[in-house]
């Protein structure tokens, strides 16, 4: 015998007592997340596309040599735009810039931040062998080579060879510096092009 339309609209209401609260919570629960990633994916967007801009127009004052401007603009895409891969490539530019201008703070503190933040696996490991280079030059050779350690990327092997060796050279290590030295020597397919210091580095042993 069907159901009168009464007695189905108490199976409704009783069904919605019991269960109503938690339905109304997940239908608005799903608009909240849906509404948030959808906000998310915008502010992303508008991030990546005003970051580039910004470090675009870094590069042209680098080329036209307007040093002023150059750091101004990177200095803001590392404060304001730290979460998109412009930031870091824009630290990488001022780490160079400050290692030019004598400055091994600055240049330590942008390559960390790029250690910290990088894009990538990559780029990561270059501000480490990089900042292990500033290290070294900051009279830190035991904390280059400590950083050296923690790079496992076989395309930075060479690289980070050759750093080992003038960390070891610096801590009067020789036999330890040649070592480094002659595995980036065998490490590197074209040692002209792709480490062009290290034919003099060896001609010392």
Known sequence: MPMSNKEEM???????K?????????VIMFLIVNFGWRYW??????????????????????????????KL????????YSRTPYA???????????VQAGDLKSAK??????????????????ARIRTARVLIAMEKPKDALSLLSSIDDKDYDASASEVMGDAFLALGQIKEAETAYRKAE?????????LPL????MQQF
Do not use: C
């Open 10 to 16: 108490q199976i409704v209401k009783a069904w919605w």
């Open 18 to 26: 019991e269960y109503g609260i938690y339905l109304l919570f997940t």
């Open 41 to 70: 994916q915008r502010y992303n967007y508008a991030a990546l596309e005003s970051s580039s801009t910004l470090y675009m127009q870094m590069l042209s004052f680098l080329d036209q040599q307007k040093k002023d401007e150059f």
């Open 73 to 80: 603009f990177g200095e803001r895409l590392v404060k304001d």
């Open 88 to 98: 870091s490539f824009a630290a990488l530019l001022l780490a160079k810039e400050a």
């Open 109 to 126: 503190e942008k390559l960390q931040f790029v250690i910290k933040k990088g894009p990538s696996k990559k780029i990561r490991d270059i």
């Open 186 to 194: 065998h490490l590197s397919k074209d040692i002209t092009s792709t």
């Open 198 to 201: 290290l034919k003099l580095k």
